[in-house]
């Protein structure tokens, strides 16, 4: 099953994406606050999700797994974030609890997500504070960030989830 956290969508539709490269299979796709987390044993694969938010996954993922009894064999990850760095440990807790229940992590997969949850006025006003320079490069890696998840990410998250029941 697809299992995230979204809070303004982009995660969503990486899901979405990842479950239509799951094509084949016999499939669920759930919010995580329709999941229950004592299910998690009925799976053969959980390919869990999530937005970051100041460096982490969303509480709820995190509270989500701790109620967790009994681990499928198979997991994997996938998360959209705006920054460039500071995503990369999110799932580190969750992996290391995971393994250590004897559950694997096959897959791991991270996309560029416009960060929409902040008011455009609150951007531009964080912006003029920056010097110069700094700010050429914000507003050049915000540009950047614009639209994604693209038709790009998407085939991506297809092929990823694909590459997941190879
Ligand atoms: C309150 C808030 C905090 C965020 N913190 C981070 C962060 O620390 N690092 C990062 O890369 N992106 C951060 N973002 C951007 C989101 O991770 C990104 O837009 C993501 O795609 C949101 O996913 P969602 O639409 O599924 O909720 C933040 C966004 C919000 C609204």
């Known amino acids: 099953m697809v299992c995230y956290f979204s809070n303004t969508g982009n995660t969503e539709k990486v899901a979405k994406s990842i479950l239509e490269g799951l094509e084949d299979k016999d499939v669920e796709i759930l919010k995580i606050e329709d999941t229950d987390p004592l299910s998690l044993k009925n799976y053969d694969l959980v390919v869990l999700g999530s937005g970051i938010y100041a460096g982490k996954l969303h509480k709820k993922v995190t509270d989500f797994m701790t109620n967790v009894n009994e681990y499928p064999p198979k997991f994997a990850f996938f998360n959209t974030h705006q920054s460039p760095?500071?995503?990369?440990?999110?799932?580190?807790?969750?992996?290391?609890?995971?393994?250590?229940?004897?559950?694997?992590?096959?897959?791991?997969?991270?996309?560029?997500?416009?960060?929409?949850?902040?008011?455009?006025?609150?951007?531009?006003?964080?912006?003029?504070?920056?010097?110069?320079?700094?700010?050429?490069?914000?507003?050049?890696?915000?540009?950047?960030?614009?639209?994604?998840?693209?038709?790009?990410?998407?085939?991506?998250a297809k092929s990823f989830g694909k590459s997941l029941i190879k």
Do not use: H, W
């Not at 992590?105 to 416009?114: A, K, L, M, T």
């Not at 902040?118 to 006003?125: D, G």
């Open 85 to 156: 760095t500071g995503y990369q440990k999110a799932f580190r807790r969750i992996k290391n609890t995971i393994e250590e229940n004897n559950s694997k992590v096959i897959g791991e997969f991270d996309c560029i997500g416009e960060n929409l949850g902040i008011p455009k006025e609150t951007t531009l006003k964080m912006l003029e504070k920056l010097p110069p320079e700094e700010k050429k490069k914000q507003e050049a890696y915000l540009e950047k960030t614009a639209g994604r998840p693209n038709i790009q990410d998407l085939e991506n």
